[in-house]
């Protein structure tokens, strides 16, 4: 009986050993069939690989014009926003339609054929890894170098369609700004031609004359002061005014009237010689006296014709020796005088002036507030229009705002030999489940025992 429960344990042990062996080899014939069939009949392919990364620094440039202004640009770095990564965008522009398409026909296959490249982002860099599959080493190279080169020209007209769109907008605004600077250059030309203000500095000139003029007005009334001062010091010496030291000159210095005085000297010695001899009634002393009456006569006349003088006690009073000291007192009274009316004439000259330039002064003042305000206009219309110029060419120059620039850091490869790689994973994969197949029936073999273990347990 013993022997018969035995041996039926035994054939039903060797039945599910049996199940369970067949259960295994259907599962591994499902796994390693197709995998023998890709491994065996896949057809042979080649991988060519490229990459491109992209500078990350941002640039930016300034212009100073002398007298106009200033202008500026600054491009941020590409990866200076968080919410847009360049790579992101590079790589869907890559595998756009229009790309492709024009890879391919660079390649001389269909769109279809040449198919999507495999494009990697390499985290934490700025590289872009490309990869791309194919029969033959040669097309897998031509694909390589076709998305490249179709790559890099799409970039290029998308630069390029920005460079352009930006230009038609700027060149809107520079008509704005030079229509600007143009009206204001008319107003400015019309005020000029209309007034006799040319530039605001004939005003700041006007004010510098009237200063300088002050100033040479006060020099000359210092100056008249001064001779004023020596004049009254010689008159006071000579006990004389001004007028009978012009009279003293004028007669020493005419001959017709030293001739009647020289006259009127000898007729005086005469007389003294005469009357010495005879007495008054004599009649020769009498004939003296007539001439000397005569000589008096003439040299008053000859004196009244061009001085003050009204008698002889006058005359006896001025007519000095021409040698002595008293002729060079009159004479440096005379040159003093000259000179204080000299002074005096230009300080009225001075006065007649200041008064003819602040006249022209307080004409001057609105209009050259007015040339100011119309220049300073033009000037700011002018640095406007100058400025959004120069900032226009600078962003122009740089093309790289919106699409940064790119560099090929690995050239598109030729493939040496097939890729293999993707056999030898085929094959990894079946052996690892086999295991997990063989795994799996080994617990559903236990499963009794670990439903009663863990019931036990519990």
Same mark, same amino acid.
């Given at each position: 009986?013993?022997?018969?429960? =035995?041996?039926?344990?035994?054939?039903?042990?060797?039945?599910?050993?049996?199940?369970?062996?067949?259960?295994?080899?259907?599962?591994?014939?499902?796994?390693?069939?197709?995998?023998? @069939?890709?491994?065996?009949?896949?057809?042979?392919?080649?991988?060519?690989?490229?990459?491109?990364?992209?500078?990350?620094?941002?640039?930016?440039?300034?212009?100073?014009?002398?007298?106009? @202004?200033?202008?500026?640009?600054?491009?941020?770095?590409?990866?200076?926003? #968080?919410?847009?990564? *360049?790579?992101?965008?590079?790589?869907?522009?890559?595998?756009?339609?229009?790309?492709?398409?024009?890879?391919?026909?660079?390649?001389?296959? #269909?769109?279809?054929?040449?198919?999507?490249?495999?494009?990697?982002?390499?985290?934490?860099?700025?590289?872009?890894?490309?990869?791309?599959?194919?029969?033959?080493?040669?097309?897998?190279?031509?694909?390589?170098?076709?998305?490249?080169?179709?790559?890099?020209?799409?970039?290029?007209?998308?630069?390029?369609? &920005?460079?352009?769109t930006?230009?038609?907008?700027?060149?809107?605004?520079?008509?704005?700004?030079?229509?600007n600077?143009?009206?204001?250059?008319d107003? %400015?030309?019309?005020?000029k031609?209309?007034?006799?203000?040319?530039?605001?500095?004939?005003?700041?000139?006007?004010s510098?004359?009237?200063? !300088?003029?002050?100033?040479?007005?006060?020099?000359?009334?210092?100056?008249?002061?001064?001779?004023?001062?020596?004049? /009254?010091?010689?008159?006071?010496?000579?006990?004389?005014?001004?007028?009978?030291?012009v !009279?003293?000159?004028?007669?020493?210095?005419?001959?017709?009237?030293?001739?009647?005085?020289?006259?009127?000297?000898?007729?005086?010695?005469?007389?003294?010689?005469?009357?010495?001899?005879?007495? /008054?009634?004599?009649?020769?002393?009498?004939?003296?006296?007539?001439?000397? $009456?005569?000589?008096?006569?003439?040299? %008053?006349?000859?004196?009244?014709?061009?001085?003050?003088?009204? !008698?002889?006690?006058?005359?006896?009073? $001025?007519?000095v020796?021409g @040698?002595?000291?008293?002729a060079?007192?009159?004479?440096?009274?005379?040159?003093?005088?000259?000179?204080?009316?000299?002074?005096?004439?230009?300080?009225?000259?001075?006065?007649?002036?200041?008064? &003819?330039? &602040?006249?022209?002064? =307080?004409?001057?003042?609105?209009?050259?507030?007015?040339? &100011? !305000?119309?220049e300073?206009?033009?000037?700011?219309?002018?640095?406007?229009?100058?400025?959004?110029?120069?900032?226009?060419?600078?962003?122009?120059?740089d093309?790289?705002?919106?699409?940064?620039?790119?560099?090929? $850091?690995?050239? *598109?490869?030729?493939?040496?030999?097939?890729?293999?790689?993707?056999?030898?994973?085929?094959?990894?994969?079946?052996?690892?489940?086999?295991?997990?197949?063989?795994a799996?029936?080994?617990?559903?073999?236990?499963?009794?025992?670990?439903?009663?273990?863990?019931?036990?347990?519990?």
């Amino acid at each position: 009986m013993l022997k018969n429960n =035995k041996d039926d344990r035994n054939r039903k042990r060797n039945r599910r050993i049996a199940r369970y062996l067949i259960l295994y080899i259907l599962n591994l014939g499902l796994i390693w069939t197709p995998i023998m @069939g890709y491994v065996m009949y896949a057809p042979v392919t080649y991988k060519s690989t490229w990459s491109l990364i992209l500078p990350g620094s941002g640039t930016g440039s300034n212009v100073n014009l002398d007298n106009l @202004g200033q202008a500026s640009t600054s491009v941020a770095s590409a990866y200076a926003s #968080t919410s847009v990564d *360049p790579k992101v965008n590079y790589k869907a522009i890559a595998m756009s339609n229009p790309v492709i398409k024009r890879a391919a026909e660079y390649a001389a296959i #269909t769109p279809s054929e040449f198919g999507k490249p495999v494009i990697k982002l390499v985290d934490q860099t700025a590289i872009i890894e490309f990869t791309h599959v194919a029969n033959s080493a040669e097309l897998a190279h031509a694909k390589s170098s076709s998305l490249l080169d179709a790559f890099t020209e799409e970039l290029d007209n998308l630069r390029d369609n &920005e460079v352009q769109t930006r230009r038609d907008g700027s060149l809107s605004s520079m008509s704005v700004y030079r229509e600007n600077v143009r009206l204001a250059q008319d107003a %400015l030309l019309d005020f000029k031609t209309n007034s006799n203000l040319v530039s605001a500095e004939q005003f700041n000139t006007l004010s510098s004359n009237i200063e !300088d003029i002050l100033r040479q007005q006060t020099e000359a009334k210092v100056e008249a002061s001064s001779l004023d001062a020596q004049l /009254n010091e010689f008159l006071n010496s000579l006990n004389i005014g001004v007028r009978q030291a012009v !009279d003293a000159i004028r007669l020493q210095n005419d001959p017709i009237f030293q001739s009647h005085l020289l006259a009127l000297s000898e007729v005086n010695k005469e007389l003294v010689d005469n009357m010495a001899i005879w007495g /008054n009634k004599h009649p020769k002393v009498r004939m003296v006296r007539a001439r000397e $009456l005569e000589s008096r006569q003439a040299l %008053l006349r000859r004196a009244r014709e061009f001085t003050t003088i009204n !008698d002889m006690a006058d005359i006896g009073a $001025l007519v000095v020796n021409g @040698g002595s000291e008293s002729a060079t007192l009159y004479r440096t009274v005379i040159e003093l005088l000259a000179a204080k009316t000299a002074a005096k004439t230009r300080i009225n000259t001075y006065d007649e002036q200041i008064t &003819e330039l &602040e006249k022209r002064l =307080k004409e001057h003042a609105l209009s050259t507030a007015k040339l &100011e !305000d119309l220049e300073r206009s033009h000037q700011v219309a002018t640095a406007v229009f100058v400025s959004a110029l120069a900032k226009t060419d600078l962003g122009r120059s740089d093309i790289y705002a919106s699409y940064p620039m790119t560099q090929i $850091l690995v050239a *598109p490869t030729l493939p040496q030999e097939p890729e293999k790689l993707f056999k030898v994973f085929a094959i990894l994969g079946a052996f690892a489940g086999s295991l997990f197949i063989l795994a799996a029936l080994f617990v559903m073999w236990k499963r009794s025992q670990l439903i009663h273990r863990i019931l036990k347990k519990n």
